[in-house]
């Protein structure tokens, strides 16, 4: 029995500066993984639990209502338009999907995956699950002639917080279609454009009105803070969404009916984005400042939950001297080889916590 080989998990190695960051006389400032830390809105819960008696199964496909609500949130704020409520399929969270999506779209021993260069540790793990040879590359000139089964887009990113333009996604876009391949675009913080305008892979002005090879994947989590309810949704070409829906099937990976309805009203409900979004925005300037200030640079980063922040030394020092301050970040090289000189600071802490953050920096 062949042993499937994956990469250590990542955040199992930071229990030394984990440690350090914790001994800090007024405790730990942890900044290293993007989890919510404000309340899920009321009108969520309330969603949630006023649909907690119903015994029966849910369906895998979602509710007509989640799906029609996950039609008019992508038109409402992203200009995305075209989409047919049956080409959405509500996932269990998004990373459940990014760990299966290339064996669920048939890749496997013999095929290419590329992700991006700086890129989440998922995308390489669903790569090695499914067989297939993950490849690291940012452009299409950089894969030549080759023909890879999939191509996974982070705009804007995590790590590094970098959109893509409107015509970088059109080339990879077309580039792609000439070759009959899959365009998977992780969308995760489409909503967090700060210093850009980030647009989807699924917006006319980038996929010609036409859907056709393309998969968009969203999440709930940090826009909404359901990332206890794992809470994502995946849409764009029909064809694709109906061959994952029917795999989907036969697997039971079904978000449960509560869970359902807690997303069909957060997607509704623009002003509790818009509310969330303020609180980042607050705290991503205090943290800006406060790391530029204490001899930091930070690049890209201009969208998304998260500060791109070296000081020019391996990102490992980073991390320690942080850690010495009580502040927990995670070092770059957990994004790629890339990432050797940088750190991640998440925006996800209290406004206390940032503050103290902030404080600690300027001593």
Known sequence: MTRLQLPGFPWDTLAGPTARAKAHPDGIVDLSVGTPVDPVPEAVRDALASVSDIPGYPTTHGTPQLREAAVGALER????????????????????????????????EGDVVVIPELAYPTYEVGALIAGAEPLRADSTVALGPSRPRMIWLNSPSNPTGRVLGVDHLRKVVEWARERDVVVVSDECYLALG???????????DVCGGSHDGLLAVHSLSKSANLASYRAGFVTGDPALVADLLAVRKHAGMIVPRPVQEAMRVALADDDLLQRQRGLYAARRETLRDALTGAGFRIDHS???????????????DTVAWLAERGILVAPGTFYGPGGGSHVRVALTATDERVAAAAKRLAE
């Open 194 to 204: 700060w210093d850009a305008d980030p647009v989807s892979i699924l917006h006319p």
């Open 77 to 108: 704020r992203h200009g995305v338009t075209g989409v047919s409520p049956d080409a959405v399929l509500p996932t269990i969270g998004s990373k459940e999907l990014v760990a299966w999506l290339p064996m669920l779209l048939g890749a496997g």
């Open 302 to 316: 201009e969208a998304g939950l998260y500060l791109w922040a070296t000081r020019d030394e391996p990102a490992d």
